[in-house]
């Protein structure tokens, strides 16, 4: 039997907030608050990213399918959360922050926070973090492609994975090496479906209001034992 390789380091990880509206039900309090539970969790998770060591991490926050089908109520909640905690990441002066995702389907002023943030955060250069919002991984290939059709990159034989995926809203950065589920839902959702081709997925079963520091650490020790051969 060939000798198991180690993990390569892991630089960029992926995170889908699942849970907060059955966490929410589950504790008999109303949806609203499953979400500004789940979204305030983000910065001390942000820390513990930092602290591990990480260059980049993705938050799934809000699927473009949300944004278009949620209840307007539920989302005023989740856009208003997202506006509350802006100021919160800003506090992190190594942060650089960075929306992905359709800003034509979020509110303007959601948009335009959106925009000073990243602005307000340019200067970071520890970790990178990419705020999901309105996002969708068919989306994100779709608007690389019309990228393409506007600014063609020359021959058909010039375009490859590598000039592809500069196109992407993440282009530029590592793709992602883990990627976290919470609330034990078994399913990718698009979450950057062409950058996570080669991903290793931990899903865990804590609703995202409740996921804690040793279930972190304990998806981060699960990828620190995978045999990543990728086709080797």
């Known amino acids: 039997m060939p000798a198991t390789s180690p993990p390569p380091e892991?630089?960029?990880?992926?995170?889908?907030?699942d849970g907060n509206r059955r966490?929410?039900?589950?504790?008999?309090?109303?949806?609203?608050?499953?979400?500004?539970?789940?979204?305030?969790?983000?910065?001390?998770?942000?820390?513990?990213?930092?602290?591990?060591?990480?260059?980049?991490?993705?938050?799934?926050?809000?699927s473009d399918r949300n944004a278009r089908h949620r209840p307007a109520a539920e989302l005023e909640v989740l856009y208003a959360t997202v506006s509350e905690i802006l100021p919160?990441?800003?506090?992190?002066p190594a942060w650089r922050l960075r929306h992905i995702g359709v800003a034509e389907l979020l509110p303007a002023p959601l948009v335009a926070?959106?925009?000073?943030?990243?602005?307000g955060s340019r200067e970071g250069t520890a970790m990178t973090v990419?705020?999901?919002?309105?996002?969708?991984?068919?989306?994100?290939?779709l608007a690389a492609l019309r990228g393409l059709l506007s600014a063609p990159v020359g021959s058909a034989a010039a375009l490859t994975e590598d000039t592809f995926g500069q196109r992407l809203s993440t282009g530029g950065q590592p793709d992602p090496d883990l990627i976290i589920r919470t609330s034990g839902e078994l399913r990718t959702s698009g979450f950057l479906s062409w950058q996570a081709a080669q991903a290793e997925w931990y899903f865990s079963p804590k609703m995202w209001p409740e996921f804690d520091r040793a279930d972190f650490d304990a998806a981060l020790a699960a990828y620190r034992e995978r045999d990543r051969r990728q086709g080797s």
């Open 10 to 17: 892991l630089r960029h990880l992926g995170i889908l907030l």
């Open 23 to 62: 966490w929410a039900r589950r504790h008999r309090l109303p949806v609203s608050e499953g979400h500004r539970r789940g979204f305030r969790r983000i910065p001390d998770v942000l820390g513990w990213c930092e602290e591990s060591g990480l260059e980049v991490v993705s938050l799934f926050m809000v």
């Open 88 to 92: 919160r990441l800003l506090t992190r």
């Open 113 to 119: 926070a959106l925009r000073d943030a990243e602005r």
């Open 130 to 141: 990419n705020l999901g919002i309105g996002y969708g991984g068919r989306a994100d290939i």
